[in-house]
């Protein structure tokens, strides 16, 4: 069964920084998109970045771009998000999700795995 473990997170203060990991198992990990979103309590789930099958075509949101990087690597069948510079804003649990193509990335309904969930804290 597909599985995606999320981990990475924590309370870090802002301006600072956190590395999350996606690790997946269960499934052809090259064969699928990986996605990340957001959930702030009292908000709807976001996407906060996602990359294709082979790691070259990569999307941000903009509340994000120039301060996270996604890296996949196949071999390792893991996904990391790279967080600099986190903002309060950025607070949130952070899922991992998983989708073979075709699929809407833009679309959190078009995304069929997801991880249990890392919190991430950003707070001074």
């Known amino acids: 069964q597909p599985q995606l473990v999320e981990t990475g997170g924590g309370l870090v203060q802002p301006g600072g920084s956190l590395r999350l990991s996606c690790a997946g198992s269960?499934?052809?990990?090259?064969?699928?998109?990986i996605g990340w979103f957001r959930q702030a309590p009292g908000k709807e789930r976001e996407g906060v970045s996602w990359?294709?099958?082979?790691?070259?075509?990569?999307w941000y949101a903009g509340s994000v771009k120039g301060r996270f990087t996604i890296t996949k690597d196949n071999d390792q069948r893991t996904v990391s998000l790279q967080m600099d510079n986190l903002r309060p804003e950025d607070t949130g649990v952070y899922y991992c999700?998983?989708?073979?193509?075709?699929?809407?990335?833009?679309?959190?309904?078009?995304?069929?795995?997801w991880g249990q969930g890392t919190q991430v804290t950003v707070s001074s």
């Open positions: 999700a998983a989708q073979a193509p075709p699929m809407r990335p833009s679309d959190p309904n078009s995304w069929a795995h």
């Open positions: 269960g499934f052809a990990f090259d064969d699928y998109f």
């Open positions: 990359i294709n099958t082979v790691g070259v075509v990569r």
